[in-house]
């Protein structure tokens, strides 16, 4: 059984900084990308960020040059830092894997359950 863990949601004012983190657990035989989406209220979902195994990155426009994505493959983990964070950041972050299940041996993907960041004063 694989499971997606986030944590490090919250609320931050406006210019503040959060750092979200995501760890892979289970019987897991390789991961391929890990990233983050997220969600507002009334939108699609729509991507943050994604960080392949090899170590190339790829940002949403909406958050290039405020946000960094990093790996820690030996923890099978992913951490999003998030600066200067504006009001329409605001949303449900979601944790994303493609990764190979020993039980598979085949890429599949993974979601996290999500957790909430509130941008407001």
């Known amino acids: 059984q694989v499971q997606l863990v986030e944590s490090g949601g919250g609320l931050v004012q406006p210019g503040g900084s959060l750092k979200l983190s995501c760890a892979a657990s289970?019987?897991?035989?390789?991961?391929?990308?890990m990233g983050w989406y997220r969600q507002a209220p009334g939108k699609q979902r729509e991507l943050v960020a994604v960080?392949?195994?090899?170590?190339?990155?790829n940002y949403g426009d909406s958050v290039k040059g405020r946000f960094t994505i990093s790996r820690d493959n030996a923890k099978n983990t992913v951490y999003l830092q998030m600066n200067s964070l504006k009001p329409e950041d605001t949303a449900v972050y979601f944790c994303n894997a493609e990764l190979i299940p020993i039980a598979f041996r085949i890429p599949l993907n993974y979601w996290g359950q999500g957790t909430q960041v509130t941008v407001s004063s």
């Open positions: 289970g019987t897991i035989f390789s991961i391929n990308a």
């Open positions: 960080a392949s195994s090899g170590g190339s990155t």
